[in-house]
DNA sequence: TATGAATGAGGGTTCATTCAT
DNA sequence: CATGAATGAACCCTCATTCAT
């Protein structure tokens, strides 16, 4: 039935444009992995890049809301700041394509379109922000340049995506509770009984 | 001369290639940017895909050839990986567009230039991977996972080359030692007298 | 009931294809006019050349049988070249959609409809043919080249439907008599009392 | 050499305009028809639409131009007249495929486009409208309806684009002469010694 | 050195039509 | 009666590349 199809279409489409671009994925491409032809594609999106556009938006639509209903009603910066990083590898973890092509692909959008996204991840990125600046604010936080820090770190998440593998020999709680204690460390956070010095048996 | 010609080509490719991706440059861009017919760009490089394994090799070797010449006989493992932070980081902001090529465009490759490019990438990452070793070996470093963590720092700095504009507030030597501070935080070094809390003035 | 939703597919169709040509309009057009779907379409017509075959010949056949039941049993070849132009002009100015479909996308038929087409059109023709001819006949018509003649009145007449507009400062039947006596003295008539020498008063 | 095919194509466009529609020619058939590739054609045109507009307003601006000199400096409208309809019977006898385009595809035309075709349309029938403006100020045309005569006796003069063909028996400057006689009847100039009495022996 | 001309292959998209439901 | 789904063929156009001059 047509939701399958759609659902198999975006799928194709998050696999190929993931591994080989968007501009190096031809329709056909996107056609014989949806096991469609190229004019039945057309059934299911608007455009090739419409479908970009959407998958772009969800992914990052997703990642708000689970990232603002994990962080509301949390009022202690480090708290919240841990719980952002942990959901944020463990969203790159299990969606590293989806999120390699927000990360990868944002310059080709139309500008009506990229800013549609581009607003998307402007607000997840401001739950960050605010958790960095309410740490810095109440002195949990001791870092130079809170800014620059930010941003290090989310591009720090963001390579998960690029390389995590669920092959790997640490699990993925783990390793997100490791990324959230780089974090902290990088913020300057004193780590009182962390996950990271408990792994170390201390 | 003809290695003017050469080295707008380059330039010209560098900036498109970046800017639009491998995919998304046609030779007609680079023709125009070139300030050459489409022809004329054949007496100046191989293919297009040569041109683009052309200078991924060129970034990685300069970024290669001096890491290596900056590490070189420095026995301390902190400064040794502080020194390749740095190195990294001035490299990522001064040379934004080639960086990120070679980040985002390996995946174009044929299988050949790939290998030649990522036997590049590797040899330099092994620098990192000695420093860290080194450090956690004599207990400079502590953290739990010093290959998950050598690698997310990698992609902390890749980052620069995303983000990083010359008209910045922070002057680049001060970013390349915030940076430094952060990843050996973030490897558990003691940060005693580190740039950082100098810059706070304590 | 399905004849009604027939008569609007046909509107739908004399609509578009007087505006944009056969060619320049999609089923999909057609579909959207009508108010149906694409496939609902085919219940209503055999095929998108058999739709404009039967718009034609629909047309041509109205005005055959009218031009003929308006001229059987009038002797005096000028009354009967008047009343042909008559009906001619009210014809193209009532339909002028219809008719331009039938002057300008005779050569999108396929040989055989347009045979049938022709066969039509020709039918209609020799009625002014025969006007003309009797009219040269008995002395009445006076013009060096009468073939010629006829059918560039003819032209001329059709161009009504290219420009009329009901929004015309000249009523219909006033334009019809006028196209009338252009033609009577085209073709050599002296006109004792027309209703052009009416109009002007004497 | 470049204008040679350039010229190529522009023939097999003016052939397969005229025979087929715009719509109804592809690239495929002019490539063919200009015995080229398509890509070839690129060479020599920007777009189909604009090989087709080219087309338009290259008909009508040599139209134009030899009607304006032809007419320029002549005083008597009635000789004005004469030598319009000469001039375009001629005209859409020589070229009756470009005059047909340019009749019947008006509509395809891009906004922009169509604006320049019928700025130049519209220059040209000035030319006619002034002399039938003229005609009937000094009292040479007697014609109810002028604006209405001079719009029938256009669209009489284009039909000769759809049938006219060289191997007619009626040598061209006569199909002209009795044209223009035919016009003037129907403007209701007296014929003083016209072309057409003379055809007749009188 | 430089480029106009040329092209086979492929780009994304729409075509008119059919058919199972 | 009506339509979503499906498609092979074709749409216009651009691709990266070669070659004669």
Not at 71 to 75: A, F, M, Y
Not at 172 to 182: C, F, R, S
């Given at each position: 039935m047509a939701l399958d199809t759609r659902e198999r279409v975006r799928r194709a489409a998050v696999k190929l444009f993931a591994a080989k671009g968007f501009h190096g994925t031809?329709?056909?491409?996107l056609a014989q992995e949806s096991k469609l032809s190229t004019a039945s594609l057309y059934h299911y999106m608007g455009s090739k890049e419409e479908l970009l556009a959407d998958i772009m938006r969800d992914c990052l639509r997703t990642l708000l809301d689970s990232a603002t209903a994990e962080?509301?009603?949390?009022?202690d910066p480090v708290e919240r700041l841990r719980k952002l990083v942990k959901l944020h590898v463990r969203a790159h973890a299990r969606k590293p394509r989806e999120t390699?092509?927000?990360d990868h692909e944002i310059h080709v959008l139309t500008p009506a379109a990229r800013r549609s996204v581009v607003a998307l991840r402007d607000a997840y990125e401001s739950l960050w922000a605010d958790a960095v600046a309410d740490g810095v604010a109440c002195?949990?936080?001791?870092?130079?340049?809170?800014?620059?820090?930010?941003?290090?770190?989310?591009e720090m998440c963001n390579g998960v995506a690029r390389w995590y593998s669920p092959r790997g020999s640490l699990p993925?709680?783990?390793?997100?509770?490791?990324?959230?204690?780089?974090a902290l460390r990088a913020l300057g956070a004193c780590p009182q009984g962390s996950a990271e010095r408990q792994s170390k048996g201390e």
């Open positions: 031809g329709i056909r491409d962080v509301t009603g949390v009022p390699r092509i927000v002195g949990a936080f001791t870092t130079a340049h809170p800014g620059v820090t930010r941003i290090a770190l989310l993925l709680d783990e390793l997100a509770a490791h990324y959230a204690d780089v």
